[in-house]
């Protein structure tokens, strides 16, 4: 046995059998070393692989001071990190169901038997799941081209009416990539075609074959564009200037606007039962969510958008009309 990986089995046993709430005697350890790994070894070699896991951090208490046994408190992540985490992970669509159950896995790793039944994840989980088997690795690839800041080439792909995912064009995209980002449950690539203005938004679980292009710089931004600013600023991933809003909306609806819009929302009390929230946002994303909120809330500025969700709501009805509601089976609404 090789003297220098016992302090890495004990490890994995603690780690394993261990936690607050559950302790291992030193013949418990010897069992366990000399039925999971075939490691015969002496308590003396068990003390001296202890004191090395103390010695780079490992929170491991002396047995005089626990009373119990061994364990192990400390851990690369909380086990309410990892149940956030894995929360996250079964609700995020954009991954396989494959993909998701090893990420699962890998995010239990690190805690106790015990522990990892405790965090488990959502039993609801996500009504779908994407069939794109690559998404980790455009994610590693568009990842790569970003911090290399050279363009990359990808096939976009769109679901057909065979439920399959399908190309959307025949030629690859290429295009400058500036960072990944996540919003309204979707990932997607930030960037820009060659020799345009406009930043364009893909979702990062459509992607496939994406393929460095080492040879070929990106694109610089213009030193007025804020990144970080244009991600807030947009309610969902539409491509556009940013404009000044006032909406007013019914009181019960404050937190769904600061969840949507954040903290930096102007908020003006009508007392009358309604707000008035001033937003700085992408003009096709706020029409997009005032017309979900559209009984609540409404756009009063500016007014080139209010006429035009305005028009938007007409065709809308104009559509529904023209089509007749059979009678029998009918409710009321």
Known sequence: MSINILPFRVYQVLSEYTDADHALTMGDLLRLLRTEYGLRCDRRAVYAALDKLRAVGCHIPEYQDDGEGYRLLSRPLEPSEVRLLSDAASAFPGISRRQCERLLKKLGRGLSRWQREQCRPLSVGTPWRGINQETFLSVEVLEEAVSRCCQVEFQYMEYGMDKRLHPRREQPYRVSPYGLFFTNGNYYLLCRYQGKENISHYRVDRIQLPVLLEDQPIEPLPPSLDLERYVRERVYPFSGEAVRAVLRCEADLVSDVLDRFGMETQLRDNKDGTFDATVFTGAAG????????????????????????????????????????????????
């Open 286 to 333: 706020l029409k997009f969510w005032a017309l979900q909120y559209v009984t609540v809330c409404q756009v009063l500025e500016p007014d080139w958008l209010r006429r035009e969700i305005g028009e938007a709501l007409r065709s809308g009805w104009e559509n529904y009309i023209k089509i007749p509601v059979p009678m029998s089976g009918s409710k009321k609404i």
